[in-house]
């Protein structure tokens, strides 16, 4: 079992800025991939952006350039930094870990952009 904690989501203005921190713990280990996706309400869950155990990153369109992926395999953290936030950035944001045949999600942090 792999445990994941987010942390860093709030209430921030359009143009602001939040870093979002999980925490895995558990059966882990540094060969995985590690993925952000959010969920607004009544919309499916999507792929914000990923980071593999190589550190090769993407993300989806709508927030190259103003998101950054990063991970820290000692603290076992991965960390997403979203600048230039705006309001459909809305929604509450989950972090995911991933490795051959296991596939494990955190609770999820609100993240909320005001106009």
Same mark, same amino acid.
């Given at each position: 079992?792999?445990?994941?904690?987010?942390? +860093?989501? +709030?209430?921030?203005?359009?143009? #602001?800025?939040?870093?979002?921190?999980?925490? =895995? @713990?558990?059966? /882990?280990? @540094?060969?995985?991939?590690?993925?952000?996706?959010?969920?607004?309400?009544?919309?499916? %869950?999507?792929?914000? =952006?990923?980071?593999?155990? #190589? +550190?090769? $990153? @993407?993300?989806?369109? &709508?927030?190259? #350039? %103003?998101?950054?992926? &990063?991970?820290?395999?000692?603290?076992? $953290?991965?960390?997403?930094?979203?600048?230039?936030?705006?309001?459909?950035? $809305? =929604?509450?944001?989950?972090?995911?870990? &991933?490795?051959?045949? %296991?596939?494990?999600?955190?609770?999820? /942090?609100?993240? /909320?952009? @005001? &106009?």
């Amino acid at each position: 079992q792999v445990q994941l904690v987010e942390s +860093g989501g +709030g209430l921030v203005q359009a143009g #602001g800025s939040l870093r979002l921190s999980c925490v =895995a @713990s558990g059966s /882990t280990f @540094s060969i995985n991939t590690y993925g952000w996706y959010r969920q607004a309400p009544g919309k499916q %869950r999507d792929m914000v =952006a990923q980071i593999t155990a #190589g +550190g090769f $990153t @993407s993300y989806v369109d &709508s927030v190259r #350039g %103003r998101f950054t992926i &990063s991970r820290d395999n000692a603290k076992k $953290t991965v960390y997403l930094q979203m600048n230039s936030l705006k309001p459909e950035d $809305t =929604a509450v944001y989950y972090c995911r870990w &991933s490795a051959i045949g %296991r596939n494990y999600w955190g609770q999820g /942090t609100q993240v /909320t952009v @005001s &106009s």
